[in-house]
């Protein structure tokens, strides 16, 4: 059974940093693509930044230049480096991965990030 854990969220005042991590478990398949995705109160899940097997990284233009994604292949673990938080980017974030033979996705269960003004 294929299981997401992820870790990291918390409360930053703006400006501040976070690290989220997110862990699969259960996986006996090639991943192809590692991503987060947010979704604020009120509003629908968003896409955030995505990361390719082969390292190749795209990001929301509302979080470029502030988050890095990265990845660990070895341990199936996918990372969000969360820099210049702003109270916009309140949200609970999730983490995605996509199976490589006919791109199923998976979800972990978020974690919440809560930025202050």
């Known amino acids: 059974q294929v299981q997401l854990v992820e870790s990291g969220g918390g409360l930053v005042q703006a400006g501040g940093s976070l690290r989220l991590s997110c862990a699969a478990s259960?996986?006996?398949?090639?991943?192809?693509?590692m991503g987060w995705y947010r979704q604020a109160p009120g509003k629908q899940r968003e896409w955030a930044a995505t990361i390719t097997r082969s390292g190749n990284t795209n990001y929301a233009d509302s979080v470029k230049g502030r988050f890095t994604i990265s990845r660990d292949n070895a341990k199936n673990t996918v990372f969000l480096q969360m820099n210049s938080l702003k109270p916009e980017d309140t949200a609970v974030y999730y983490c995605n991965i996509q199976r490589s033979l006919d791109r199923t996705n998976y979800w972990g269960q978020g974690t919440q990030v809560t930025v202050s003004s």
């Open positions: 259960g996986i006996s398949f090639s991943i192809n693509a």
